[in-house]
């Protein structure tokens, strides 16, 4: 997963016309830390998508516009829009994110 720490790379990265994946989180989190234990079989099983990895507390305004209030939170975004966003209360077992990528992509 690559990691994006400038806006206008955040920018360029969404306005694909594929789907990609943004996983929000920080360092100081610990349901980022639970979730970095199970999400690389989910990358693998994903791999025909791209995946970002944003350090929320890099890019607050980022978060901020596209209301990532608790975080770790994945979010989908196609054509520069955001087409779905898993809320961190939704995001602490492989089933639930797994559920929302089956229901989203």
């Known amino acids: 997963m690559e990691s994006i720490h400038k806006l206008d790379v955040f920018q360029d990265v969404i306005q694909s016309e594929q789907p990609v994946l943004i996983k929000f989180q920080a360092d100081w989190c610990p349901d980022c830390r639970r979730m970095d234990m199970f999400i690389g079989d989910i990358l693998e099983e994903y791999k025909e998508y791209k995946w970002y990895d944003i350090n929320r ?49």
């Open 57 to 105: 507390d890099e890019l607050p305004e980022v978060a901020d516009k596209y209301e990532v209030m608790g975080i770790p939170s994945i979010l989908i975004f196609k054509k520069g829009e955001k087409i779905a966003h898993l809320h961190s209360a939704y995001a602490k077992t492989p089933e639930e994110v797994e559920e929302f990528l089956q229901n989203q992509l």
